[in-house]
C-alpha cells in the first residue's frame, strides 16, 4: 500500500470516530515532523515541543484537511508553522532578557568532515560562524532559508507553509543567504591572510 493512501485510509478512520487510528500518522510521519522543527529551532527541547503542538493541530484541525491533498504536505505545512511561531516566540523574549551572543545550537546540522585537527578547527570555527549570521536572521529568515536549503521545499512551497507572498518568500530566503554569505566570505577572508 502506497504512503498516500495509508494516510487517506487513517485519515478516514480518524474522522469515522476512531481516534486511535492517529497514531498511525504519528508513527509515519513523527521522524521528519522532528527533522524539520530541528532543523528550524536548532534545539531538541523546542523540537519536541514543535512535533507535540503539530500533532495537536492536525488532530484538532483534521476535518478541515481536504482528502485530494497529501496528508504529509499539509502535516509539514503545520509543523513549519509552529517552528516559525517558537522562533517569534524566541526572539521577542531573547530580545528582553539574554545579550545578543546567545545562540541556538545548529551543529547537527552541518557536517563537520574530515576529522583531522585542522579540518576540526576549521569546521568549528564555520559552525560558529553559521551560528552568529543565524542568530542575526529574523525569525522569518531562519524559517524560510531552513525551509529551502535543508529541506529542499521550493518557493512556492514556503510561501504556503509560512503564509506569504511568493515574493516575500523569495526576499526572506535570499537576505538569510545574503547573511550567511557575509559570515562565511569573512572566515574565509580570514583564513587566506593567515595562510599568507
Same mark, same amino acid.
Given at each position: $500500500?502506497?504512503?498516500? *493512501?495509508? #494516510? %487517506?485510509?487513517?485519515?478516514? +478512520?480518524?474522522?469515522?470516530?476512531? &481516534?486511535? %487510528?492517529?497514531?498511525?500518522?504519528? *508513527?509515519?510521519?513523527?521522524?521528519a515532523v522532528h527533522r524539520l522543527a530541528f532543523r528550524m529551532t536548532g534545539n531538541e527541547q523546542d523540537a519536541e515541543d514543535v512535533v507535540q503542538e503539530s500533532f495537536l +493541530?492536525?488532530?484538532? @484541525?483534521? #476535518?478541515?484537511?481536504? =482528502? ?11 509543523? %513549519? @508553522?509552529?517552528?516559525? #511561531? ?10 528582553? !532578557? ?5 545562540? &541556538?545550537?545548529?551543529? %547537527?546540522?552541518?557536517? !563537520?568532515? #574530515? &576529522?583531522? &585537527?585542522?579540518?576540526?578547527? =576549521? /569546521?568549528? *570555527? ?7 549570521? $543565524? ?5 522569518? *529568515? ?10 529542499? $521545499? ?6 504556503q507553509a509560512l503564509d506569504l507572498q511568493g515574493e516575500a518568500a523569495k526576499q526572506s530566503v535570499f537576505r538569510a ?5 557575509? =559570515? ?5 577572508? /580570514?583564513?587566506?591572510? =593567515?595562510?599568507?
Open positions: $500500500m502506497q504512503d498516500a *493512501e495509508a #494516510d %487517506a485510509q487513517a485519515v478516514a +478512520r480518524v474522522r469515522a470516530g476512531e &481516534p486511535e %487510528a492517529f497514531r498511525v500518522l504519528m *508513527e509515519r510521519h513523527g521522524r +493541530r492536525a488532530f484538532r @484541525n483534521l #476535518d478541515h484537511f481536504e =482528502a485530494r491533498a497529501q496528508f504529509g504536505s499539509w502535516l509539514y505545512r503545520i509543523a %513549519a @508553522n509552529c517552528s516559525y #511561531d517558537l522562533l517569534r516566540a524566541r526572539a521577542r523574549r531573547l530580545a528582553r !532578557t539574554e545579550p545578543a551572543d546567545a545562540t &541556538p545550537d545548529l551543529d %547537527a546540522s552541518v557536517p !563537520t568532515g #574530515d &576529522p583531522g &585537527p585542522d579540518r576540526l578547527l =576549521a /569546521g568549528a *570555527e564555520v559552525r560558529r560562524r553559521i551560528r552568529a549570521a $543565524m542568530s542575526r536572521m529574523s525569525a522569518l *529568515e531562519r524559517s524560510a532559508f531552513t525551509l529551502r536549503h535543508l529541506e529542499g $521545499m521550493s518557493i512556492a512551497e514556503i510561501a543567504v545574503r547573511k550567511l554569505r557575509g =559570515a562565511l566570505a569573512e572566515h574565509a577572508q /580570514g583564513a587566506l591572510r =593567515a595562510k599568507a
